[in-house]
Every structure is written in C-alpha cells, then in structure tokens.
C-alpha cells in the first residue's frame, strides 16, 4: 500500500514562513516525479510545484514562483516545500502527489496525501 503522509500545516502571519513535509511509504516507492497541490475554500484544487528526475528539473506556479521551493531527502523518501513570504491568498489545504510509475503529466498524479491546512492570517 502507498502512502504519502504530509505534515507541518498550521496558522502562520503573513510575511513568515512554513515548511511541509511529505513522507513516503509502501513497497519500494520512489515518490519521483512528485509534488504539491492546494486547494482553497470554494475553489478548485491548483498546482503548486512539481520536481522530477530526481529534482533536477522543478516546475512552480507563477502565483508562488521565488517564494516556495521543492525539495526532497531522497535517503529519507521525504519530501519538502519550504514556503516564504506567505500571503493570505496561500491560505489552503496543500496536497502532497506523485506520479510514480506514470507518465509526468502535471494536473494527473497518480497518488495524493490526505492533506495538510495552512492558514495565512493578515
């Protein structure tokens, strides 16, 4: 059974940062290509940033390009996505995904986490 598992969400003041994690488990699952998604209330859920060949290339959405950033431990199977400089407009549950064993194609991952909620106060 594959299991992404994210952590680290939580109530931040605009202007600060958090840090996500996503811990992968199940068979000899690589997680790669992999990522995160958000959805916000009354909206659909939206790509946020994506790494491949093991993080050589990443992909942002424009709305978080320079602030977030993609990582992974690759010895651990974790996953990162360091966010700066937080907007209220960031407030939303933020998925982990991967596309492990598929074709990278970025708005159909194959395996989600359940979610963890960040809240952007202003």
């Known amino acids: 059974q594959v299991q992404l598992v994210e952590s680290g969400g939580g109530l931040v003041q605009a202007g600060g940062s958090l840090r996500l994690s996503c811990a992968a488990s199940g068979r000899t699952f690589s997680m790669d290509p992999w990522g995160w998604f958000r959805q916000a209330p009354g909206k659909e859920r939206e790509f946020v940033a994506s790494?491949?060949?093991?993080?050589?290339?990443?992909d942002y959405a424009d709305a978080v390009k320079g602030r977030f950033t993609i990582s992974k431990d690759n010895a651990k199977n974790t996953g990162f996505l360091q966010m700066n400089s937080l907007k209220p407009e960031d407030t939303a549950v933020y998925y982990c995904?991967?596309?492990?064993?598929?074709?990278?194609?970025?708005?159909?991952?194959?395996?989600w986490g359940q979610g963890t909620q960040v809240t952007v106060s202003s």
């Open positions: 790494a491949r060949s093991r993080g050589i290339i990443t």
């Open positions: 995904a991967s596309w492990s064993g598929r074709t990278y194609d970025k708005n159909s991952p194959g395996y």
